[in-house]
């Protein structure tokens, strides 16, 4: 769990930054052509220009790189032997969940209020929806959120099929762009 932790965290964390970068690059050169403007319908610019992009008064992506510290640190602690209470369990996973939630509202916002993709967005996307199942259904099954010996058959049943939830996730989320964006693939092979 801690270099599956590490990982996701890192690059959803890397993710993020390069959304604060090209922010950043762009307040100072207006005319700065964002690295993540493709086309039209795959646009960082375009979904920061948009009320969703700071929802709470300032760029979304700050979230994330404070955020995904988060993972980074638990699995690095993890991976040193590190024990956590219970209540640090709920705090974590429910960190995670909050931020699963978020992206998936944003998802939804910039698929069918904004009409964009943001590709950096998408890759903080990709790597917080295997961290929450897979830190969901590990901490159910190993004892960190409960004791109920119903819950932990459960989980560690699902446990090994964790892959499939989390391709049902980001293939919905595909097919769910394909049919707002028909035109996608065409833009992107030609």
Same mark, same amino acid.
């Given at each position: ?8 965290? =890192?690059?959803? *964390?890397?993710?993020? /930054? ?7 690059? #762009? +307040? ?8 993540c403007?493709?086309? &039209?319908?795959?646009?960082c610019?375009?979904? /920061?220009?948009?009320?969703?992009a700071?929802?709470? !008064?300032?760029?979304?992506?700050? +979230?994330?790189?404070? !955020? +995904?510290?988060?993972?980074? =640190? ?12 219970? *209540? ?8 995670? =969940? ?6 998936? *509202? ?19 996307? #990709? ?5 929450? %199942?897979?830190?969901?259904? %590990? ?9 109920? =010996?119903?819950v ?6 699902? %446990? &090994?099929?964790? %892959? ?13 762009i #394909? ?8 833009? #992107?092979? !030609?």
């Amino acid at each position: 769990m801690g270099i599956f932790l590490i990982l996701t965290g =890192a690059i959803g *964390w890397w993710g993020a /930054m390069e959304l604060i970068t090209e922010r950043v690059r #762009l +307040l100072l050169d207006p005319e700065y052509t964002l690295n993540c403007d493709i086309n &039209p319908l795959i646009s960082c610019g375009n979904v /920061m220009a948009s009320w969703q992009a700071s929802l709470l !008064g300032f760029p979304n992506p700050l +979230l994330g790189v404070a !955020g +995904l510290v988060a993972p980074i =640190a638990v699995g690095v602690a993890l991976l040193a032997g590190a024990r956590f209470d219970r *209540w640090f369990w709920w705090a974590f996973v429910t960190g995670v =969940a909050a931020a699963f939630v978020f992206i998936h *509202w944003l998802f939804d916002q910039a698929v069918y209020q904004i009409g964009a993709l943001c590709p950096w967005c998408m890759l903080v996307w #990709l790597m917080v929806i295997p961290m929450f %199942w897979v830190l969901l259904f %590990w901490s159910l099954k190993t004892h960190k959120l409960t004791d109920n =010996a119903r819950v932990q058959r459960f989980a560690a049943a699902v %446990w &090994p099929f964790t %892959w499939v939830i989390v391709l049902a996730n980001l293939v919905a989320i595909a097919v769910a762009i #394909l049919v707002q964006f028909p035109t996608l693939i065409s833009l #992107l092979l !030609g």
